[in-house]
């Protein structure tokens, strides 16, 4: 089947399916009222589902948000990066020290939020680099440590970190494990329970293709006995719209404690119910399928990823400029093609491009994608080969 509509394949905001887009488009509700008690439970549902946990049942006063694995779903009015504030700034005391190693923009920013509300040790490696796991296994040695966070999923360098190995070495040495799984979750296995995770954080917008400006965290029952602990002490960070204990004391009740975003909440549930119907190993499936395509073919082509072979992400692929090209090419692409992909960003910007693998994208739309890149890539006079394109997906 040949693809023959625009071609969006960004990294997030993905888009978003005609599911969502009609739930949000339903007229306004209380709050407090059980018509969106309702819509909570099924989203938290749906999200438990997308968190790779335990089942619960999509039913108001049914105790929804958590399950047999004892991991609590907490929604978040704001994106992944207020998630990511929400867990630091409950979970940490100031005088805590944590590790954040990091290749790439997003971990950096996991970096720059825990220096608001404690002290950090930043290994910051070059980006698309993978980690020294032997040096974070010298650091965690130290026994200084009360938590180590990673961005599970760099789309800024398109690598994917080995969570299961830190998981391993973060239990042996009794240190929290945090992920930001913003791009991960819902895009490829992500195991908060095996990994022993203490909390996962999750935005609407990419791997489960929801609306921007919503988003979700994982908790389990050690994470939250530690915050309200450091609550019940005095000693916590000051906070109040991302008090953790406010949001905990509402959620048996399908509610958040303040104003949620009720729309996006709406539109956020029907894409996660579209996850389930598709199962989550098929989504992982399609990803990787596209992911793997998109990587062969600009490899075969003489294209340099950025990102480290190994751990090349499935959600996002880091492909370099060739030489004397540039993010000309980009608006061309967009203007001539009606395809967009996005490009770098801080010393990268200009060098190189991203190619979206996420969400609800069909393989189809890849492939044409891929074949309005290199015909771009020809009118700027980038001589390369015809190729079978489609052979790379199949």
Known sequence: MTYTGDCFLVPGPVRMSQACLDAMATPVMTARGPEFRQVMATLNSGLRSAFNLSPSSPTMKS??????????????????TAAMEMVIANRFRRNDLVLVPTNGKFGERVADICRQFCNVKHIKYEWGRSFDLYELEQQLERG????????????????????????????RHGVSFILDGITSVGGMPVHPEKWKAEAVVMGAQKCTAGPSGI??????????????????????????????????????????PWTPAINLAMGWGAALEGLKNET????????????????????????????????????VTAIMYPEGIDDAWRSALKEKYDTQVIGAQDHLKGKMFRVGSMGETPVQEMVEGCKRMLACFRDVGHDLPEVDVESYFS
């Not at 530690?226 to 399908?254: C, E, T, W």
Request: hydrophobic content about 35%; proline content about 1%.
């Open 63 to 80: 105790e929804s948000w958590t399950g047999e694995d004892g991991y609590k779903v907490v929604v978040v009015s704001g994106s992944g």
């Open 215 to 256: 988003a979700a965290i994982a908790v389990s029952e050690h994470c939250v006995e530690r915050i309200q602990a450091i609550h019940q002490q005095g000693d916590s960070n000051p906070r109040y719209y991302f008090d953790m204990v406010a949001a905990l004391k509402k959620g048996d009740d399908d509610q958040t």
């Open 280 to 315: 989550n190993e098929a989504r992982w499936a399609r990803c990787e399928r596209m992911a793997s395509g998109v990587r062969n073919l600009f490899s075969d082509l003489g294209f340099m990823l950025l990102a480290d072979d190994g751990q090349r992400s499935n959600t």
């Open 144 to 171: 200084c440590y009360e938590a180590l966070l990673i961005c599970h999923n760099e789309t800024s360098s398109g690598i994917t970190q080995d969570a299961e190995a830190i998981a391993e070495m973060c239990e």
